[in-house]
């Protein structure tokens, strides 16, 4: 229907040009549109990767169809995003799903939930599973649809001031955590708050938080989360495989040029290949400089990974129970997670294994 | 540079429609090329990829920049890919650097060495790191870009009629391997063969070999070497994570317009995203039925990992001390390996750790 629209339009310039002798071949009209990021420009890894994409939707497009990339706070509040696209005043934004679950606890399917899928899983739950289908559906509600657009790997669990021996360490524990993650830690006793990345410095420093997850080395050093709290924890249960989306206005989209759509739609993906590499690339100096720096090194006890996983699927099936969005999602995401845990072990994890033991 | 003729084009057009003369809007030319593959058709992941690829690249253009994919065999020998493009009879091809060891080892480092990276690290190597810039370097010698487009993820070990329990049954043992894996096995004893993918199901039916290793559960089932042999071995300590690449002759490359080298780029980029979530959403189930056949899963004994680990390195040290283009990829290749074990281990590792444990 929208190739008919272009193809029409174009006849009628012709007409119109023939009129006056010139050949007018078919030309793609020049289009600008606004991206509003939650992230910082501060960031390679997600500014990082909008400007990847905005970049190369330009390039492509021989300047035509051009993207101005905002970072958190230049046009609108870094978690905005989504109340901004509904109300059209912009294009397009770059966020993660996570921080709309007020909202809907099912826009985290979007980016992750606790104990779900690592990168790869959710990779291809998104482009060969029915995640995208699935969430698109869900996101549709708000005339809003979502490209999968980065993916930042395994995170850490954060920053804390003293060390987290129990689930007792947890209680009355003022930590920024965002998405589902924080709901779950509330139950163990957590005082989660939802800051975006550019307040967690300040509010660690100032005291009003005592601890603060964010991504990981690369991030958090850049953020100077390491100056203040010396205990790093790992691994998040609660963001495996954090997935980054690109979401645009779905009138803005359907009036797109096909081949524009096209040249988006790659570019997302390309950005989502990115992302995950850069992560992985500017990891481990990083944590060795970290490391180097003095910052302690610890591993969740598994007691608290035993009680998230507990109170974590008590809230699934809590969730399943009185919002059928969540449960149509959820069924479906979490048997593409259990069907794929035990094959990634079987290749993957043995190689890796290996590789470990030998260094 | 690009950026301002497009520019001062456009503005040419503007001024020649006013006066009524023939305006020639800024009009990109339709191109056809013709990609040979080096894998047959029946393959959603390898094959598909490039098909994804195709595809993208007409729909970006409007039809006007249009690759014809040809399957293994169509219009060149399966591993015919790199002779055809210096030799300028076609414009592009989707192949694995692995073939082409017998030109110069080296070329390895596009796809895979035995004990190298897993799809995380070369991709973030590949991305962030120095190996684009280096395989580039080594390939423009043949005349040849590459543009990586796909990964198989970590790899079977593949087929056996008779279970291997040691070193010593690999004596004599002919067996179809590509790549430095098939050198490194050769020094086991193995008698290696490099046949496209095509020609395996044959020479393993009519016992021109006793075993064959391809990729992993769900090609191997396309292939049907499930049939003929039943023990399935795990890792693949050759192709931890096998890179596949588009490749293309640099002349035919020089004469795109910047929009079409744009569009291409990011749809090869597109295609390495879209092969390994295609594996981790296609390998499960396929796994399944493998075993719900019969196949017989197991895991190469420790000694043989060893020993191959020895005769690899061995292999790389005799290599560094005469192939100067060898050397070079290799320091660097193997500093990023080592530099991001470790990490992958902190975060990812431990999450993977706890979810296979609680299933």
Known sequence: MQRRR???????????????????????????????????????????????????????TGGKFDITLHAAGQILPALGVVDALQAGSIECGYSAGAFYIGKDPAFAFDCAIPFGMNVRQMNAWMTMGDGLKLTREFLNEYGIINFPGGNTGAQMAGWYRKEIKSVADLKGLKMRISGLGGVVLSRLGVV????????????????TIDAAEFVGPYDDERLGLNKIAKFYYTPSFWEAGAQQSFYVNTKAWNALPKEYQSIFESACAEGQNYQTAAYDALNPPAMKRLIGAGVQLRVLPRPILDAGYKAAHELYAEYSAKNAKWKKIYDNFIKFRDDSVGWLRVAEGSYDNYMAQRK
Chains 1, 2 share one sequence.
């Open 6 to 60: 272009l193809i029409s339009n174009t006849a009628l310039a012709v007409t119109a040009c023939a009129v006056g002798g010139p050949a007018i071949a078919q030309v793609n009209p020049t289009i600008r549109w606004r991206m509003a990021s939650s992230y910082p420009n501060s960031l390679q890894t997600l500014h990082g990767t909008a400007e990847i994409v905005c970049n190369r939707v330009r390039e492509s």
């Open 192 to 207: 989660a708050q939802n800051l975006p990345a550019g307040d967690i410095y300040p509010a660690l420093e100032k005291g």
